[in-house]
């Protein structure tokens, strides 16, 4: 068994670069048998298809109907929700609050993944090298992950406090400012905040998956490659880069499905003020259906999030085969 | 090949196995079913899941049962989840026998044609303030009976208010004069929440009323100059920027600690003030906009009704709770260890007397409106218009008028 | 272990492989470490800062506790006790439910050239679009219909809703870095597919197998959606749960909403220290024996 590994991790490079080519899956070297592999493999998917299929696929469903539908409370109890076509659509569009909304959540989910993911590449590249404790600080740095969500905002909204803060008694003792920023109270700080605050929570999420990304490459490779003078930079962009690419994949694509849909945060900081400045489509679809009752264009919106979702999801992994190609 | 065969068989095994694994997890797991039990036990859902208001409701409950010879089971949720859970239930006919509502909620869940008129079961609302039951009323008849009710106050500090020389304000002027004079240092004059939630709504309410502002359109110069006082208080120091954000918890939060020298609030805020031993409070009723005026307030508390369990034996058993929590006996009692009022005007008399803590609400109440007295179901969506206008006023440096059009056009 | 090339030392003079290079002030690293720490950690110092203190003082909350006061503690052990053990079983079981069924699935996507990959991956990714509380309700009336309401088994199967896509995702992209020569090395010795699975897939992706096992945990116990919706009583609560509705009615008693929160966090920050040590450092470090 140790034979064939030390072999194939020799071969890794080569053999990692031709599965790069063909993103998909088609690794297969040339041994035959296909049709058979795919089909008994199916067993091996089955479990999580039906997972998924009676899990999500129900509520999917539901939702994109519930979207032309004239759905209140009184659904709930008759069952009767009048089909209305377009109407939610239509009206969720025409709101004022609509194109803000739109816009702070591209701003949102944007500045987000920017700041975790540059962030946590930073920290996780660091985290690489062997120091004393590494191992115990970088499970520390789960810790904000474990703190529940409900706490974590009042913790946050206490620290950005414009009166009483520590963020401002610090900054006010460093001499930083000269006024006591609102963070959460004025129209052009407010998405800031919440955007730094939401960084602050995806951090863990990506370190970690960096961090077993980065540790999946061999030092071999490092070695080779800085015989051959790829140090520092260049070693990042040559090695780590290409070979950390599936992972990134991931973690982006995903970082952006879970940003879209963020909640949690802003209720928790401020309920989508001060005057609708961190309302999202999010946060909106979530007033509508359950502060307003109207539940029909609460789903139109979740619906045109899902959509925004795809869009993306469909243009980077094109986007991403296309360079993977080259 | 045999060795192929057996492997596939024992894949295809487990896979079944993994299938199957959750469908027998759930033969083990507890049911609750529906409400199919026998007449002997009705079911309760209320939001007093926390104490001391669960233990007094518990005791309520349960003697409100025995002497109608039923066992009470209980369903205590938190409260932002009770809305939701009544939905869910409506949809799968889980409702339970009685059901607790936030006033302003009652008029939705009665549309939706899931709770019954009390006139079936005999109970009228005699005696109740106007403003309570016309939140419990839909359509003319009455769904639901509210026991107390509690509104707004002015909270202020003895100790500040007696060293600045400055009298708790009866009128908006004064209001706004007091509070300039109390703000010093790192101290506020007032704290009142503003946040853009219906909280921000229910504390607008008294100035808005007062005044003769009205929620079926809220483009008017009435409404405008009572938001005008709020955006006067944030503009000239007397009250912080943040109340935008601020919940009445943390204006409560804020007024125990010092920072603030009054506060719009309201008696539910007692226990936690209490604690604090070297803050000496008082209350008074919010001032009206001109000298002799009456504040008009908003009605909080929460009613009891009956949803449609489709069992009329039932339904008749829950009716005779509800007429019991609602009785003299019981309205003072709960006003008394909840501090609220006793929705029965009769009562309200002798409670102010045996509760002077209570005199300024208990006041107040006799002129109280329900927020869904006028526009019924349709409240909600007039409710997130008033906050947006609070928040573009205060945060945008909009004038109050032109806030105002914007959010009820908007 | 091996070590990493520092960027600036000259390439061509670097001595053999598993020598320790790090002479240059390791602690250097602890310390800007720690650093990075402090920073992230602020909040989370700010929560036990707060439970520490006597009530009613959150609003101008001291920047160490000067005097320690456990009475928030006290309140909150009494009180939430039985929730956290709750909260462990529930998200033990998540976790172990969704590995079970997410890394098959996550090897046949990785490695199998079929034309259901491509949609079945997508259609995972779109399922991750979908909010939360679509689900939720969802899942409400089915587990009603079920009788699945108020269940340890039910929470863990609506809890996998979070964790089994993102392992099927994350695992498909570990597991495709494996070289398939490895794999068909062991079928050419007489290994079947299962058997090639768990003895050589499995154990080369241990690491990656423990980081969706831990975020699995984390979102499990995190989940606060989920235990709302699908309990209606008292018997399964979970923390997260018990904390919302401490939360709810006391909100001045800031110290023991804390301190609930601080003690909520413990049992998994304990098995966050414990997992770390698992991980292996590559596929190289863990199979090379």
Not at chain 2, 143 to 169: C, E, I, S, W
Not at chain 2, 329 to 343: C, D, F, H, I, Y
Request: proline fraction near 5%.
């Amino acid at each position: 068994m140790a034979d064939v590994l030390r072999r194939a991790v020799r071969t890794k490079g080569h053999t990692v670069q031709a599965a790069e080519s063909a993103p998909e899956g088609r690794r297969l070297g040339k041994l035959g048998k296909r049709g058979r592999r795919g089909q008994s493999h199916l067993l091996f998917l089955l479990p999580a298809l039906a997972y998924m299929v009676a899990f999500f696929g129900y509520p999917v469903v539901k939702n994109v109907v519930m979207g032309f539908q004239h759905y209140t409370t009184t659904t709930f109890y008759t069952g009767q929700a009048p089909w209305v076509g377009f109407t939610n659509y239509r009206a969720v569009i025409s709101s004022s609050v609509f194109d803000k909304a739109l816009l702070n959540t591209v701003l949102f989910t944007v500045g987000s993944i920017a700041g975790q993911f540059l962030t946590g590449l930073t920290i996780a590249l660091f985290f690489r090298r062997k120091f004393p404790l590494n191992g115990v600080l970088r499970s520390l740095l789960l810790l904000p992950w474990l703190v529940p969500l409900i706490v974590s905002s009042a913790v946050w909204r206490w620290i950005l406090d414009q009166d009483n803060g520590v963020l401002n008694r610090f900054l006010g003792a460093l001499h930083l400012v000269q006024d006591r920023p609102g963070w959460l109270t004025s129209t052009s700080l407010a998405l800031f905040a919440v955007i730094v605050v939401n960084i602050w929570i995806g951090i863990p999420f990506n370190v970690a998956i960096l961090y077993g990304g980065l540790q999946d490459i061999p030092e071999e490779l490092y070695e080779a490659a800085s015989l051959d003078g790829a140090t520092g930079w260049r070693a990042f962009r040559y090695v780590t880069w290409p070979l950390l690419r599936p992972v990134v994949s991931v973690v982006l694509v995903l970082g952006v499905v879970y940003t879209v849909k963020v909640l949690d945060v802003i209720l928790g900081l401020t309920n989508g003020g001060p005057a609708n400045a961190t309302q999202t489509i999010a946060s909106q679809s979530y007033q509508l259906s359950f502060q307003q009752f109207d539940f029909g264009q609460g789903a139109a919106l979740g619906n045109i999030l899902i959509v925004i979702s795809l869009v993306f999801a469909v243009l980077y992994l094109r986007a991403n085969r296309r360079a993977v190609e080259q | 090949m045999a060795q192929r065969r057996a492997i596939l068989s024992r894949t295809t095994l487990t896979v079944a196995l993994a299938l199957l694994a959750p469908l027998s997890l759930s033969a083990c797991g507890s049911s609750t079913g529906s409400s199919s039990g026998s007449a002997d036990t009705l079911r309760v859902m209320d939001y007093y899941a926390d104490q001391p208001d669960k233990g007094i409701y518990a005791k309520v409950l349960d003697a409100c049962g025995r002497q109608d010879g039923v066992k009470i089971k209980r369903e205590a949720v938190a409260g932002p989840s009770l809305i939701p859970k009544v939905l869910q239930q409506a949809s799968s006919r889980t409702l339970p026998d009685v059901l607790m509502l936030d006033n302003p909620d009652l008029q939705q869940i009665a549309a939706s044609g899931a709770l019954a008129p009390l006139s079936d079961f005999g109970l009228k609302a005699d005696g109740y303030a106007k403003g309570v039951v016309d939140a419990s009323t839909y359509q003319g008849k009455l769904y639901g009976l509210q026991p107390v009710t509690n509104t707004l106050g002015l909270f202020y500090n003895k100790d500040m208010l007696d060293r600045a020389g400055v009298k708790p304000p009866t009128t908006w002027a004064e209001l706004k004069s007091a509070a300039k004079k109390l703000t010093s240092g790192k101290r506020y004059g007032i704290a009142f929440a503003a946040p853009a939630t219906y909280e921000g709504t229910w504390q607008f309410l008294p100035f808005m009323w007062s005044n003769g502002g009205d929620e079926k359109d809220i483009a008017t110069p009435q409404t405008a100059q009572a938001l005008q006082l709020w955006v006067d208080l944030v503009k000239d120091g007397s009250a912080s920027k943040s109340v935008v954000s601020w919940a009445q918890a943390d204006a409560d939060d804020q007024f125990a600690a010092g920072n603030a020298a009054m506060m719009i609030n309201g008696p539910w805020q007692f226990p936690i003030l209490d604690k604090k031993t070297s803050l000496h409070y008082g209350v008074v009723q919010i001032p009206a906009p001109k000298a002799g005026g009456t504040p008009v307030v908003p009605l909080g508390g929460e009613t009891w009704t009956v949803p449609q369990t489709g069992n009329a034996q039932r339904q008749a058993k829950a009716a005779k709770v509800v007429a019991c929590l609602n009785s003299d006996k019981n309205q003072l009692s709960l006003a008394e260890q909840r501090q609220t009022v006793p929705t029965r005007t009769a009562l309200m008399d002798k409670f102010a007397a045996e509760q002077p803590r209570m005199k300024a609400f208990t006041e107040q109440v006799r002129n109280a409106r329900a927020r869904t007295g006028e526009l019924g179901k349709d409240w909600p969506k007039a409710a997130t218009k008033i906050y947006t206008a609070i928040q573009t006023a205060l945060t945008q440096g909009a004038t109050p008028a032109k806030a105002l059009k914007q959010a009820q056009d908007g | 272990m091996t070590t990493v090339t520092h960027p600036s030392v000259p390439p061509a003079t670097h001595p053999p492989v598993h020598r320790r290079r790090s002479r240059r002030r390791p602690w250097g690293y602890t310390a800007i470490g720690a650093l990075i720490l402090a920073v992230m950690l602020f909040p989370v110092y700010w929560m036990v800062n707060v439970s520490l203190q006597p009530a009613n003082t959150a609003v101008s909350t001291p920047w160490f506790p000067t005097h320690l006061n456990f009475d928030g503690y006290a309140t909150a052990l009494s009180q939430q006790g039985s929730n956290l053990l709750t909260s462990l079983v529930v998200a033990v079981g998540s976790v172990v439910f969704s590995l079970v069924i997410a890394s098959p699935a996550a090897y046949a996507l990785a490695h199998v050239d079929a034309r259901w990959v491509g949609p079945v991956l997508f259609g995972i990714l779109i399922s991750q679009m979908v909010p939360g509380i679509v689900v939720a309700n969802a899942l409400y009336s089915a587990y009603n219909d079920l009788g699945l309401l108020n269940s340890i088994p039910g929470l863990i199967l609506a809890d996998s809703t979070a964790g089994i896509p993102f392992a099927i995702l994350i695992l498909r992209a570990f597991m495709g870095n494996i070289p398939a020569s490895v794999i068909e090395a062991a079928r050419v010795d007489g290994a079947g597919r299962v058997r090639a699975f768990v003895s050589i897939v499995l154990p080369m992706s241990r690491n990656a197998l423990i980081t969706a096992g831990l975020f699995t945990f984390l979102f499990t116990w995190s989940d606060f959606l989920f235990a709302l919706t699908l309990t209606t009583t008292e018997d399964v609560r979970p923390v997260t749960l018990g904390l919302y509705q401490y939360l709810g009615a006391h909100v001045s008693d800031w110290n023991a909403v804390m301190a609930t929160a601080t003690l909520a966090s413990v049992p998994a920050l304990v098995l966050l220290l414990v997992a770390q040590r698992y991980i292996a450092t590559g596929v190289t470090g863990g199979a090379v024996k």
